[in-house]
């Protein structure tokens, strides 16, 4: 067996082509599935990617001794060379908001509408993921050294694909804060050390016990330097005598209700990410995620559909795996019901209730 | 019954490279609506996929009285679900040293992994290990596992096996 991610496991060799065409927004774990499961199908699959690589954030975000990136690169291989996908990297379908916004925005060479893809194809699945960093919405968030998770992790990993405008947060010899306990915190602080911090300290507003990434992963960190700060509330970044850069963050400690002001050269707030799907509205995505909708994952437009982050905020790679793989699915049923003029017969219901034990869809 | 060839096959989970992502949860659950490898959260919070060994001496097979866990070709312990149906007893759930049995509540009393014997029908491997990201999940012939296992691999493995069996 080869040593790759197969996102095309449902078949050894593509069935013969279908004749239709299907363009899929984002090359992250739901984009991927769904591509190996249409691939499979005789689909011809265009892979549309702001990245110059794609995996998204198993990639990106993920640090490579978790998720080793030639396993993943092998699977993107199997699935341009054998089942024919089109990858089309550094290109960025029409956003909501301006180019630059979010991290990785600046690799996109080309930009391009979501209407023409709509019209260029038989249908298409967004997969854009979630990119946006929540704040913390606490004064000195704007100062320099202060970084979200993602803007942290991202250029750790892009950074090989050597681009001026990418560069790694300079930690070496310094102070790092890293507020947040989820994986991507845990991940955030193991980053920081490797790259030679001299101090990493876990600030989190509750108890170890309580932490999204588990105890276990905390005690992980501890074991090797870092240091653990439980049920601190941060209420301030405080500026260095230029006003310009991150000097300290003051923060309520919760056991003893006593303010505490924590020295910091870098501050990383690593408290989760909210989706970025271009044309929020116009697709009705608040109704896809309620399911006020006639076909499972399909937004107000026909033809579109929606899976992962994008769809349900940021989750677990297993949940965009699923995710897509139900909308690509459901997309096929729509196309063939639709070629036959039967769309009515559609069991809605049918297709949407997961049943118990099976991974629920939204959460 | 057929006799496997060799020792059989199995899946193989190196739980020091697993991160908990779910992603063989997930594709379980699509190919069979109810998956037949369950994540399961830790004491400590780490999040651990439970799945079937396909044991070279299963107790399963031994307490089931309807004979309706049987050895396949390749070495996968399969249910029977014409024989299983209408038994009570979930006594193979009960005796799964690996909480790899899943009661039910409609049809067949249980559901197991059969290494997905559909897709091996065709030439293809289970669909966990073929997905998994990080490669934690191999589908292997019993002879290879010794060569498998590491110092991690089997530290975490314990730390799974203390979760599954803790001490009294």
């Known amino acids: ?363 | 019954m057929s006799e496997c060839h060799g020792r059989g096959k199995t899946l193989h989970i190196d739980y020091s490279k697993c991160i908990g992502c779910e992603t063989c949860e997930a594709v379980c659950g699509f190919l069979y609506d109810t998956p037949r490898i369950a994540m399961a959260r830790t004491g400590d919070g780490q999040m651990i996929p439970i799945y079937c060994q396909h044991c070279e001496h299963a107790h399963c097979m031994k307490v089931c009285n309807r004979g309706a866990l049987m050895r396949d070709r390749d070495g996968a312990v399969v249910l029977q679900p014409m024989l299983c149906r209408g038994c009570e007893t979930r006594n193979c759930v009960i005796a799964c040293p690996y909480a790899a049995f899943f009661a039910t509540d409609r049809g067949v009393a249980v559901r197991k992994c059969d290494l997905c014997a559909g897709r091996r029908a065709v030439g293809l491997g289970p669909a966990c290990a073929e997905m998994c990201p990080c490669g934690a999940i191999r589908f292997a012939d019993r002879d290879e596992l010794d060569e498998l296992e590491t110092e991690a691999s089997r530290e975490a493995r314990d730390r799974v096996l203390a979760h599954i069996r803790p001490k009294k």
Request: neutral net charge.
């Open chain 1, 1 to 363: 067996m080869s040593n790759a991610m197969n996102f095309a496991f449902m078949r050894e060799e593509p069935a013969p082509p279908n004749g239709r065409r299907v363009a899929i927004i984002g090359a992250g774990p739901s984009g991927l599935a769904a591509a190996g499961y249409l691939g499979c199908l005789g689909y011809q699959v265009e892979v549309y990617d702001k990245l110059p690589k794609p995996g998204g954030l198993m990639l990106f975000g993920i640090p490579g001794h978790r998720i080793p990136a030639d396993r993943i690169q092998r699977g993107v291989f199997t699935l341009s060379r054998k089942f024919g996908v089109n990858f089309h990297n550094k290109t960025k379908i029409c956003c909501s908001a301006p180019l630059h916004e979010e991290e990785g925005d600046h690799f996109s060479c080309d930009i391009r509408g979501l209407g023409e893809l709509v019209e260029e194809h038989d249908a298409v699945i967004i997969c854009s993921g979630a990119w946006k960093s929540r704040k913390l919405g606490i004064p000195g968030e704007q100062l320099k050294g202060v970084y979200s998770g993602l803007e942290f992790l991202f250029p750790i990993r892009a950074v090989k694909y050597a681009t001026s405008n990418v560069s790694v947060p300079p930690v070496e010899g310094r102070t790092v804060v890293v507020v947040g306990a989820g994986h991507s915190a845990m991940d955030v602080a193991h980053s920081a050390k490797a790259l030679g911090a001299k101090r990493v300290v876990m600030v989190y507003r509750r108890t170890k016990k309580e932490a999204p990434a588990g105890s276990y992963e905390v005690d992980r960190l501890i074991d090797v330097g870092c240091e653990w700060l439980e049920r601190r509330t941060p209420l301030r970044i405080v500026a260095d005598e230029t006003g310009q850069h991150v000097a300290a963050l003051e923060m309520a400690d919760g056991n003893t209700g006593e303010t505490e002001v924590l020295p910091a050269d870098v501050i990383v707030t690593s408290i989760g990410e909210i989706p970025t799907p271009p044309f929020q509205k116009e697709l009705g995505l608040e109704n896809v995620r309620k399911g006020e909708v006639r076909w499972l994952h399909m937004t107000s437009i026909e033809n579109v559909f929606v899976a992962g982050d994008v769809l349900t905020g940021p989750s677990k790679i297993g949940k965009a795996v699923y995710s897509g793989l139900r909308a690509a699915r459901s997309l096929t049923n729509w196309l063939d019901l639709k070629a036959q003029h039967r769309e009515n017969e559609y069991n809605y219901d049918a297709d949407v209730i997961t049943r118990p034990g099976a991974p629920s869809e939204q959460r």
